[in-house]
């Protein structure tokens, strides 16, 4: 497959990639609410049909016919929302990766502010996230995320009090050079700041759900999340040293390679 993958050079300044599994209804209204939030900038948005059985094929395959910029890549079957987030990236021809969840509940209105804040930041900073005030969810999603939260800033110190906000900004080298595990698109600050690079906080909105119920459950994202929190800090513990990294020009003198 890496030999299908489009070249690193950027056609475009953002590619956004939203997995999601039978979530037709809320593609019908976010698939736009892209197109306006993005509207003037070079972007394309990939849905990364993660195996659904509702008609997402076909609605997404009229959607394409009046949105150029829209593309769909579907998995045969199922492979959870880690799979989804990475096949986007490896298939993304944007500078940044824009990511949200397929359920409607980030607003895309934030990634121009999240775009901007990740540009301002200079070539260190990598990422944008997301973090969400006044979460929508119901009690035990909303107070098991809040724990898993507090378990990870513990041991990680990533700074970061809401790892598993959807609505994120990555620059793309960055982000094919983080090493890929289940889940790991939820530890993606630590991930960051083990490279010795920096993250910018933006507070964003937490939208309910408009339709359907949540295809990736609670126990995935709380227990098997705090599995995985062990083998990110391993991560963490085993990059002793950041080399500072300069170009030397054929006059002597020293650029930054980026």
């Known amino acids: 497959m890496l030999s299908t993958l489009p070249p690193l050079h950027h056609a475009l300044e953002v590619s956004v990639v939203i997995p999601c599994k039978n979530e ?41 016919t009046t949105r150029p910029w829209l593309r769909h890549i579907r998995h045969e079957k199922s ?21 949200l969840d397929g359920d409607g509940q980030n607003d895309p209105a934030f990634f121009p502010q999240m775009i901007d804040a990740l540009k301002a930041g200079g070539p260190s900073c990598a990422l944008a996230a997301g973090q969400r005030t006044k979460r929508t969810d ?28 959807g609505l994120k900004v990555i620059r793309r080298q960055v982000f094919l050079n983080l090493p890929f595990f289940e889940a790991w698109h939820r530890f993606l600050p630590a991930l960051v700041v083990r490279e010795g690079l920096e993250v910018v906080h933006i507070d964003v909105l937490d939208r309910g759900r408009s339709h359907g119920t949540s295809k990736y459950g609670i126990f995935d994202r709380l227990w098997v999340g ?33």
């Open 79 to 99: 492979c959870g929302q880690s799979n989804a987030v990475r096949t986007g990236l490896l298939f993304a021809k944007g500078e940044f990766i824009a990511t």
């Open 138 to 165: 119901g009690f035990v999603k909303k107070y098991g995320s809040r724990l898993a939260n507090k378990i990870r800033q513990s041991m990680l110190k990533d700074n970061t009090r809401d790892s598993g906000c």
């Open 24 to 64: 037709k209804d809320n593609l019908a209204f976010l698939i736009d609410e892209v197109g306006t939030a993005l509207a003037g900038r070079s972007f394309e948005l990939i849905i990364v049909d993660d195996g659904s059985d509702d008609g997402t094929d076909l609605f997404l395959k009229e959607s394409a």
């Open 226 to 258: 705090i599995i995985d929190l062990f083998g990110v800090l391993w991560l963490r513990k085993r990059r002793k040293k950041i080399p500072i990294i300069s170009e030397i020009d054929l006059d002597g003198t020293t650029t930054d390679p980026r």
